[in-house]
C-alpha cells in the first residue's frame, strides 16, 4: 500500500512562488512514475505535471510550461512541484498520484487512469 501525502499549499499573491512536496512511503517509490494533478472548484481534475522514475523525462501541462518544475528525490521519498510566477487561474487543490505499473525509465504518463494511488490534496489559493 503506498501512501502520499502532500504539503505546502497555502494563500499567496500572483506573481509569487510556492513549492509542494509530496511525501511518499510504502513500496518502491525509485520506481514509481509521480505526477501532479490539480482541481479546481466546478472544474474537471487535470494534469499539471509528471516525471519517470527515472527523473530522467519530465512533462507539463502546457498553462504551467516554464513557470512549474517538477523533481524527485528518489533517496527521500519525495517529489516536489516549484511553482513560480503564479496566477490567480492556478489557484485549485493539487493532488500528488503514484503510477505503481512497471513503465520505462524515461516514460511519464498525463492520463490520471494510469495513476493508482493519491493524496489527499493541498490548496492553493493565488490572489489578484
Known amino acids: 500500500q503506498v501512501q502520499l501525502v502532500e504539503s505546502g499549499g497555502g494563500l499567496v499573491q500572483a506573481g509569487d512562488s510556492l513549492r509542494l512536496s509530496c511525501a511518499a512511503s510504502g513500496g518502491t517509490f525509485s520506481r514509481y512514475v509521480m505526477g501532479w494533478f490539480r482541481q479546481a472548484p466546478g472544474k474537471e481534475r487535470e494534469f499539471v505535471a509528471a516525471i519517470s522514475w527515472s527523473g530522467i523525462s519530465t512533462y507539463y501541462a502546457e498553462s504551467v510550461k516554464g513557470r512549474f518544475t517538477i523533481s524527485r528525490d528518489n533517496t527521500k521519498n519525495m517529489v516536489y512541484l516549484q511553482m513560480n510566477s503564479l496566477k490567480p487561474e492556478d489557484t485549485a487543490v493539487y493532488y500528488c498520484?503514484?503510477?505503481?505499473?512497471?513503465?520505462?525509465?524515461?516514460?511519464?504518463?498525463?492520463?490520471?487512469?494510469?495513476?493508482?494511488?493519491w493524496g489527499q490534496g493541498t490548496q492553493v489559493t493565488v490572489s489578484s
Open positions: 498520484a503514484a503510477d505503481t505499473n512497471i513503465r520505462p525509465r524515461n516514460l511519464a504518463y498525463v492520463a490520471d487512469s494510469a495513476y493508482d494511488y
